[in-house]
């Protein structure tokens, strides 16, 4: 005959220090919503007026105030009226402020290794700091800002501009030059709204 021990034990578990108090957290400094891969199209009468990707977004509620945060960077690809691409910006990270307060605004900031670029115009510019007020249709910045055309080399303090970047005025220029020959017989296409011939 098979003999079955059976072993009982006991554990007892003593709570006499109670429950801890948990840390108190601040809601405000946490994203009350994350999404991952944002890609965003804003249209105006059927064309695309822009399109926007981050890797990532946080958003977060304030009194008063809402934004949103983008920690690994965003592009921004800005439409002409007839829907070609006119204007590329590249940013290290961006915010978007919405104020709700006596005057609602609404701006964009952009910082690190920030890159404008006018596709229509073939024009660059670098700077580490770039706002875009969309009340106002303005891009602006206090930084130091590097310009690059066809024309030539442009840099300086302060920059302003409609929110295409087609008509960008270094506020404060220094040791810039300009291309004073040009070749008048030279063909200029624009090979990213360029389409090319169907294809059979």
Known sequence: MLAITVVVASVFVSCG??????????????PVQVIDDVFAVQTENGVTAMRMEAP???KY??????????????????????????????????RHINSNRVKKTEVWE???NVVIHNVIKRETMETDT?????????????SYVKMYSSD??????????DDHAR??????????YGVSVKDTTAIVV????FIGPMLK
């Open 17 to 30: 220090g109670g429950l801890g108090e948990a840390e108190s957290i601040d809601l405000s400094s946490v």
């Open 190 to 193: 624009d090979s990213v709204n």
């Open 130 to 142: 770039l706002y875009w007020d969309k009340t106002r249709g303005q891009l602006y910045t206090d």
């Open 61 to 94: 509620d304030r009194e008063g105030q809402s934004y949103e945060s983008f920690p690994k960077g965003m592009v921004v690809y800005a439409y002409s009226s007839e829907g070609l691409l006119e204007t590329v910006i590249v940013s290290d990270r961006a």
């Open 167 to 176: 008509n960008a005025i270094l506020r404060k220029p220094f040791n810039s």
């Open 152 to 161: 030539g080399f442009l840099q300086g303090y302060g920059m302003e501009s």
């Open 110 to 112: 952009a910082t690190g």
């Open 56 to 58: 990532v977004m946080e």
